[in-house]
């Protein structure tokens, strides 16, 4: 029986041994590392955007299926930009960006998870909501064009540091444009906050009418 028992023991330590030199290799890589990994190594980034589907199952609830929201005051995050995305998440992180659910959200997943549903959402197709008041977003468009598309686009796609922000939820819309321009802690940004101190609550609603509705 001790024999038995000192055998499984030996095995265990054995397999410990060899187990050990690879993780002896060094530190987990940190997030930004990682991700930087996967935009360069197609095969890990297949294999993480992977990971990323299964963990979009559990955000799906709020996001909706393949992050089409369903919810006019969640954000979609189909077609959102990897960078942007990136960003978003370590502003959760640090507490620069307050949301409390999603803070604890983020804290729960590991940068694996992260970088994959990164990778997942960015690939995702948005759902195009036609406007409902063509005059409002008429005035939004004239908006939007003298001074929104020198950083989102002409179309509203954003860039690589910068968000979409085409066929975006209405509710969400407003209020993140609404927190830009009160400069709360919530959520600040220097370089949206002066663009959005000037514009009126009418300005905004015409905004939105028309981002929402961009495809
Ligand atoms: C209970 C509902 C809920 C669930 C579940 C949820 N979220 Fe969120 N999420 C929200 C809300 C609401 C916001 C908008 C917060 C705000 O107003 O700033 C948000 C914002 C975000 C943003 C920022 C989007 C942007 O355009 O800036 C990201 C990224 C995000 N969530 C990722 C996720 C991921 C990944 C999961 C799953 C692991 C998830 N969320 C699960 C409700 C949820
Ligand atoms: C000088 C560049 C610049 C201009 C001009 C600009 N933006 Fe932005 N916008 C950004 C950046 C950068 C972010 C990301 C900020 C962050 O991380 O919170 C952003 C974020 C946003 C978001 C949040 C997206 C999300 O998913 O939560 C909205 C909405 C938005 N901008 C709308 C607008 C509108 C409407 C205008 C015109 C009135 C505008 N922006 C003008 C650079 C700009």
């Known amino acids: 029986m001790v024999q038995r028992i000192r055998g499984v023991l030996a095995a265990a330590l054995m397999a ?18 990682r991700f930087k990994e996967a935009m360069s190594n197609p ?29 006019s005051s969640v954000p979609n995050l189909a077609g959102q ?39 997942f959402y960015a690939a995702q197709e948005v759902v195009h909501k036609p406007s409902s008041n063509k005059p409002l977003a008429d005035r939004g468009a004239d908006i939007f064009n003298k001074n929104c598309f020198r950083c989102h686009g002409n179309a509203g796609r954003g860039s690589d540091q910068v968000a979409r922000i085409a066929g975006q939820q209405d509710e969400y819309l407003r209020t993140t444009l609404q927190r830009y321009r009160a400069g709360t ?22 905004l939105v009418a028309y981002v929402s509705s961009m495809p």
Not at 93 to 115: L, V
Request: charged content about 25%; aromatic content about 6%; overall charge neutral.
């Open 16 to 33: 410990v041994a060899v187990w050990q030199p690879a993780a002896a290799a060094g530190p987990k890589p940190d997030l930004d590392t």
């Open 81 to 119: 930009n990897p960078a942007y995305l990136m960003e978003q998440i370590r502003q959760f992180s640090d507490g620069r960006r307050r949301y409390e659910f999603m803070e604890g959200m983020i804290r729960a997943m590991n940068n694996d998870e992260k970088i994959g549903m990164v990778l």
């Open 43 to 71: 095969q890990l980034a297949d294999q993480l955007y992977k990971t990323g589907r299964k963990v979009a199952a559990v955000c799906a609830n709020c996001h909706g299926e393949g992050g089409n929201s369903t919810k």
């Open 185 to 206: 802690n919530v959520r600040v940004n220097s370089i949206m906050t002066p663009n959005v101190k000037l514009l009126s609550d009418q300005d905004i609603e015409a």
